[in-house]
């Protein structure tokens, strides 16, 4: 399919925009409606403390690994396929999570927290999907919009761990396990929505119309070495954001632990974990004015 015409990319991008603003809602609800119990269930199953914020951690690692590994499937089949496959592989992992639980398998909810980091992965896979055909004057303003999405489903996500309970409750399966099974729900329509909308593919769209010598450079670990090297302030705001996520991710996990201390149930702790999550993501379109 080719999109010579200035209107129909722009046409392509619209609608590529809407599909991934749907899609951020309901894969982050997805995600984060396990945030407020993951590191309880894994104190439970793991009989310690001590243990409790490894399940986070190898979500994360998941995570990182998902990043590489669903990319180079997008530079062979696009946006639209890598996106399903990690939601799905999301999914999956919401579900493990759930059968650990029930059978009170550590290695279980670790072997599914990797896999629910496919779901981070495509999550912010997406917010680039939105760069492929935006104008250069833009293009940050068109991320910023994705990640503002992202805030509904993140703040929705986990205020549901009441009902969460509630649903536990009535299919008989443990309580801190439920919001891993509403979760799997949202990224399996998350998974459907990108499979039905995202159509045509923007990353096949703009490669059509990019110059030769743009599509044949390709992507490596030295290309990338490479640029970084040209350009040292990618450096300094990589190391920036890695640590800046690393004080994030070490709070946020604890935070269910130490309230529950407190005597605090699953629904202010999920009101707690909205508020943070609505901190992290409101704020991107102003971000993205400024950048652009």
Do not use: C
Not at 240 to 261: I, K, R, S
């Amino acid at each position: 399919m080719t999109l010579a015409a200035p209107a129909s990319v722009a046409a392509v991008q619209k609608r590529t925009i809407l599909t991934l603003v749907a899609t951020q809602a309901v894969g982050a609800m997805g995600i984060t409606i396990g945030i407020a119990t993951a590191s309880l269930l894994a104190r439970d199953l793991s009989g310690s403390e001590s243990m409790a914020g490894l399940s986070q951690t190898t979500q994360v690692l998941g995570a990182a690994v998902a990043a590489y590994v669903l990319g180079r499937v997008m530079d062979v089949r696009g946006r639209r396929f890598g996106l399903v496959a990690g939601y799905l592989l999301g999914a999956a992992g919401g579900l493990l999570a759930v059968l650990a639980g029930v059978v009170g398998s550590m290695t279980l909810l670790l072997v599914g927290a990797v896999l629910l980091g496919a779901t981070t992965a495509a999550n912010n896979g997406a917010r680039y999907a939105a760069t492929d055909l935006a104008p250069a004057r833009s293009r940050a303003r068109a991320l910023s919009v994705v990640v503002w999405a992202t805030t509904f489903g993140a703040v929705i996500g986990p205020n549901l761990t009441g009902v969460a309970e509630i649903f536990s409750d009535s299919v008989g399966i443990p309580a801190l396990t439920g919001p891993f099974a509403i979760g799997s729900v949202g990224m399996l329509a998350a998974a459907l929505v990108v499979g039905v909308f995202l159509r045509p593919d923007p990353l096949l769209v703009a490669r059509e119309g990019a110059p030769a010598t743009e599509k044949a450079k390709g992507t490596s670990w030295r290309r990338a070495i490479a640029v970084i090297r040209e350009r040292p302030a990618l450096a300094a705001a990589v190391v920036g954001q890695a640590a800046a996520h690393a004080t994030m991710v070490a709070v946020m996990v604890m935070t269910p632990l130490h309230m529950e201390h407190g005597g605090a149930g699953l629904e202010i702790i999920g009101l707690v974990i909205s508020g943070h999550v609505l901190g992290m993501f409101a704020f991107a379109p102003v971000a993205g004015w400024l950048a652009d």
